[in-house]
């Protein structure tokens, strides 16, 4: 398989619910990334890894955790959602060097009832 | 302000013709700039990226970059009713972080 991958591709859940998003590069990548896209908003920043190591954490709230096992691997688990965490939850790697093109996985569309 | 603008649109095109797409972003020392297709329900796709000033080509895109007006723009010419999509452009600012900063896109209708 190639490029970045994300599973499931649709996931409903309860606010009581414990899943977790996974994501995997086949790139060869460094870097790893999180992104929210909600309804009518832009595509929001949630994390950053580089190298394994966690560079950023865009402020978001502790019910989203994310886990970094390795460069090619990045979950997000999900605990005691909310109804607006409803969203498109995108992955997407980046290369080394001077270019900082990143490419993005398909999605995970979560819905929280 | 925010961070990247960009027209939400739709923008409404006839088959064949040139669609402009533009975007401006307000932090001076951004450097790199790309342009991602979405189609509805669909992940981003980069279609084009460009780093220094002017004009950069691949096939039927051509993105243009301006920093000293903080402009950029994404030209389709010969669109094709497959070219409707939202646009977005996103910046990276120079930290370390290297994470993408998204404008809203714009919608792209083109008529058949």
């Known amino acids: 398989e190639t490029g970045v991958t994300q599973t499931p591709r649709h996931l409903v859940m309860g606010m009581t619910n414990k899943k977790s998003l996974k994501c995997e590069q086949h790139?060869?990548?460094?870097?790893m990334y999180w992104y929210k896209q909600s309804a009518k908003k832009p595509l929001e920043l949630m994390f950053v890894?580089?190298?394994?190591?966690?560079?950023e954490n865009n402020s978001v709230p502790s019910r989203f955790s994310p886990e970094c096992p390795n460069s090619s691997h990045l979950f997000l688990h999900l605990h005691t959602l909310q109804p607006e965490d409803s969203a498109l939850y995108l992955c997407?790697?980046?290369?080394?060097?001077?270019?900082?093109?990143?490419?993005f996985g398909p999605g995970t569309r979560l819905t929280v009832l | 302000q925010k961070e990247v603008e960009q027209n939400s649109g739709p923008l409404s095109v006839p088959e064949g013709a040139i669609a402009s797409l533009n975007c401006t972003y307000s932090?001076?020392?951004?450097?790199?700039f790309f342009w991602y297709r979405q189609y509805s329900g669909k992940s981003p796709e980069l279609i084009m990226s460009?780093?220094?000033?002017g004009d950069k080509e691949d096939g039927r895109f051509t993105a243009q970059l301006n920093k000293a007006s903080q402009y950029v723009s994404l030209l389709i010419r010969d669109s094709q009713p497959s070219d409707s999509a939202t646009y977005l452009c996103?910046?990276?600012?120079?930290?370390?972080?290297?994470?993408?900063?998204f404008g809203s896109g714009t919608r792209l209708q083109v008529q058949p």
């Open positions: 790139l060869g990548h460094n870097a």
């Open positions: 932090d001076r020392v951004s450097q790199s």
């Open positions: 890894y580089n190298f394994k190591e966690q560079t």
């Open positions: 460009i780093y220094s000033n």
């Open positions: 997407a790697s980046r290369g080394g060097g001077d270019y900082n093109e990143q490419f």
């Open positions: 996103a910046v990276i600012i120079p930290t370390g972080r290297r994470a993408l900063t």
